[in-house]
């Protein structure tokens, strides 16, 4: 642990988050029928406190589309086979289920709760995706 520890100083490498999170400046475009269901995945580590949060409001009658729920999926399917738990700092993926309700559009934007630093600035980490239901 102390060698890891220290490549991670030698190498310049954060410890913290060694797994770096690219930002999407375009929105990606999911197509689904009414009454369907589709996946959003994005990238994440399972370090406590880190999560993507889903900016655009689901009113529940009024919305075309709507959560039905998510998980996160570790990359190494080690801990995944010993139904363990690990520490954090894993690379995975979170996994948001959506159903489609009725036809329409709608940009669904996702913030994800650690931000960056781009030439000295903070930037957030956002993930948007332009749904149609057709």
């Known amino acids: ?18 797994f770096e999170i690219p ?4 929105p990606e475009t999911i197509t689904a029928k009414v ?7 994005l990238p994440g ?8 949060i889903l900016e655009t409001e689901l009113k529940k009658d009024e919305s075309i589309v709507q959560k039905l729920g998510s998980s996160f999926m570790y990359n190494n399917s080690e801990f995944e086979d010993k139904g363990e738990e690990p520490a954090g700092g894993i690379p995975g993926e979170y996994k948001i289920l959506f159903s489609a309700e009725k036809t329409g559009t709608i940009d669904l934007k996702f913030v994800y709760t650690e931000s960056k630093i781009v030439n000295g600035e ?6 948007t995706f332009h749904v149609i239901v057709e």
Do not use: H
């Not at 930002?23 to 375009?26: G, R």
């Not at 903070?122 to 993930?127: A, G, M």
């Open 23 to 26: 930002n999407s400046k375009e």
């Open 122 to 127: 903070e930037e957030d980490i956002v993930r």
């Open 1 to 18: 642990m102390v060698i890891i520890c220290l490549l991670y100083l030698v190498l310049g490498l954060s410890a913290q988050n060694p």
């Open 45 to 52: 580590v399972t370090t406590k406190g880190r999560d993507w």
């Open 35 to 41: 009454n369907e269901t589709f996946l959003i995945e």
